[in-house]
């Protein structure tokens, strides 16, 4: 399919992408044409920044004809350039690289973890030189982590008993794209235990979205219908946004 690029200093144009296509890959062809650095970019769709590691499946909204903002962004020799660095992130079999910045949260750290990976949140124990990293709103510079720091992810398992915990009241907000009820914001109530399916079924019931086939996303990534909202590290006060579709890729996780 072809996605048409649109920049506030320059005429549009249309490349042509791939739906396994990551996003980093499409900033290199952007490069080649403008001669813009990959890291000077930012490619937004309808206000959604597209993230480098995901491909255009994960976001449904992008198909034939979308347009794509880019932004710009200065070089600049500012001190916070000095922050960025590269971490590997160990899983049991397996790791992966992340660029953060020192002053980056250990919460955001796990945003980005379960963006890339689709690890849950709440299933998470981060560890660094055998210290847990268990204040979520401490710098990770506050730990001492630095270029090619090594974290080591644990997932905390349930009991033998199988019992989950006890389940949470979550405010949430529901956020429709324009192309539904005007771009409706509405707020709801929700036990994290939830499924995705059993939200749907609620905003359907109550005939706040007419019937028809629904997806939903959580910071970047598609939901899926079977997993609960504690599954998808859904916290009180977070956005899910709603678009009309359905995932044509088989439900691995």
Do not use: C
């Amino acid at each position: 399919m072809r996605v048409v690029i649109v920049t506030r200093t320059t005429n549009q144009f249309s490349i042509e992408v791939d739906s396994q296509e990551k996003v980093v890959e499409i900033k290199r062809k952007i490069e080649q044409i403008l001669d813009v650095p990959v890291a000077s970019q930012i490619l937004t769709v309808s206000g959604w920044e597209l993230v480098d590691g995901l491909d255009m499946e994960d976001y449904p909204i992008i198909t034939d004809g979308t347009e794509v903002d880019l932004t710009i962004k200065p070089v600049s020799p500012h001190p916070s350039h000095f922050n960025k660095i590269q971490i590997i992130v160990k899983f049991s079999a397996r790791q992966i690289i992340i660029d953060v910045d020192k002053t980056d949260t250990v919460h955001s750290l796990k945003e980005k973890i379960h963006i890339l990976d689709n690890t849950p949140i709440r299933k998470m124990s981060l560890f660094f030189s055998g210290v847990e990293l268990d204040e979520d709103f401490r710098n990770l510079s506050e730990y001492g982590i630095d270029e090619f720091s090594e974290i080591v992810v644990f997932l905390k398992t349930m009991n033998r008993s199988g019992d989950d915990p006890p389940s949470r009241r979550l405010s949430l907000v529901v956020q429709t794209s324009s192309s539904l009820l005007n771009a409706a914001t509405i707020p709801l109530e929700m036990t994290d235990s939830s499924t995705v399916n059993e939200l749907k079924i609620i905003l359907l019931s109550r005939k706040i979205l007419p019937p028809d086939d629904y997806l939903f996303i959580h910071r970047q990534r598609i939901m899926r219908d079977s997993r609960s909202l504690r599954w998808h590290g859904v916290e009180n006060g977070d956005f899910l946004y709603v678009f009309k579709g359905t995932v044509s890729r088989s439900d691995t996780f």
